[in-house]
Every structure is written in C-alpha cells, then in structure tokens.
C-alpha cells in the first residue's frame, strides 16, 4: 500500500510539470546586430566643424534687464535693437526683410500691422529664470522665432531661425517648430530646439520628418427638400 501511495505521488509530481504557469520556451531568440562602419577608409576631415549655434548667440545691444526678469522688457524694442544694430543685413540669424524694419518703426502708429507677435515666457535654460520667446511675422508667409535668456543685467539671444512655419510648442525646455516639408506633399518637418550648456545657445537637437494624417473636411450640409407646391384654389 505505501508503495502504490509512493507512484500515485510521483505521478501526480510529473503531470504538475504540465499544468498552466509553468516555464515555456520563448522560441528563437534572433541575434543582436551591431553598428558595421562603412567605408573606414574615408580619411578624416582636415578641419573641425563650426560649432553650431555659435552664430545665433549675441548680446543685444542698449538693452537692459534690471533683477535679470525679461517679464519687464519691451519684445518691439528687443527687436528694434537688433535691427538697428544690423541695418543692412537682410538674411541669416541677424537679417530682417526691409519691410518687416519699416513695419517695426510704425509699431506705436500702427499697432495691427506690428511685426512682433505676443511674447511668450520660459525656464528654457533650467536657471529657474524665464527666458524670453518672440515671434515676428515676415514677408512669403515666413515666421522668424527668437529667443533671449538674461544675464548680468542685459539680454542674450540663445536663439534665432525662420521658416514656414505651421506652428509652434513649448514642451518641457524645448521649442517645436513644425513647417511644411518642400517637395514631400502629407509631410512636415518638426525640429525640436533644445539648450546646450555647452554651446549656451538653443540648438536644433532632433530634426524628423513626419507624416501628417489628411485633416477630414466637414460633411456637407444636406439639401434642403423643396417645398410642396400650393394646392388650386377649390374655387
């Protein structure tokens, strides 16, 4: 009898090995492929890479920012000053079309046809102080977005490019830019501008095509039904 209870046991032990929740093979595990460098024998470059961003940074002249708070600045002036600074440059992180300037110097005139859109405020440089965002509408539906940080009592652009743009977000530290791809139709570019300490500029840290789902036009409205005919006068 002990000896039956002993199988019994030892059956009951194996058939366990069975039931659900216990160990399965995952299948093949595909092997890992690492990076293969192409053409190693390309010789090196012989000079070093402009720093990117090294252009963009510069200190706005006769600008001044008491307590470091670009809350109390005037974004048409921060933009005047730099046009003023730059009057014959036309293109580049400095270049203004010469009808964006004629509209900036009627802005107190003209208030609607100001280039300089609201400004918006960030901790872009994660200093806990706000760093100032400005948009300025130029000619060819172009969009020019800049950035300035504070600092020892003036003001620094970290920032400065222009394009096509469909909109712009603030995410975290970064600023979004989305603009319409050329050449690439249901596609759009969206550039992620994130600050370097070592640069101490806002640069494009990751760039990516994208492709944009077809916005769905509104259903059309439904015919009107005509209305009934007038039924003859019984007289």
């Known amino acids: 009898m002990y000896a039956v209870l002993l ?61 470091d708070d670009v809350h109390q600045l005037d974004p048409v002036a921060v933009v005047q000053a730099e046009a003023n600074a730059h009057p014959d440059t036309y293109t580049g992180a400095d270049g203004l079309y010469e009808e964006t300037v004629a509209q900036l110097a009627a802005c107190k005139e003209k208030p609607r046809s100001c280039p300089v859109m609201r400004p918006y405020y960030r901790d872009l440089t994660g200093d806990g102080r706000d760093e100032l965002i400005i948009g300025i509408r130029l000619p060819e539906q172009q969009t020019a977005v800049r950035c300035y940080t504070p600092e020892e009592g003036g003001l620094t652009r970290i920032m400065s490019t222009s394009d096509q743009l469909v909109s ?34 806002m640069l494009p840290a990751r760039d990516e095509i994208v492709r944009v789902k077809p916005s769905r036009s509104a259903d059309p409205a439904p015919a009107a039904e005509p209305a009934p005919a007038p039924e003859p006068d019984a007289s």
Do not use: F, H
């Open 168 to 201: 712009v977000d603030l995410a975290g530290k970064d600023v979004i830019l989305r603009s319409v791809s050329a050449g690439i139709p249901g596609y759009e570019y969206r550039t992620a501008w994130s600050w370097d300490e070592q640069q101490r500029a």
């Open 7 to 67: 199988t019994a046991a030892a059956a009951l032990l194996a058939s366990g090995c069975d039931d659900a929740g216990g160990l399965a093979s995952a299948g093949k595990t595909p092997m890992a492929e690492g990076p293969v460098r192409l053409w190693p024998e390309l010789p090196p470059v012989t000079a070093p890479p402009n720093d990117y961003g090294e252009t963009d940074t510069q200190r706005v002249p006769g600008i001044k920012a008491p307590g």
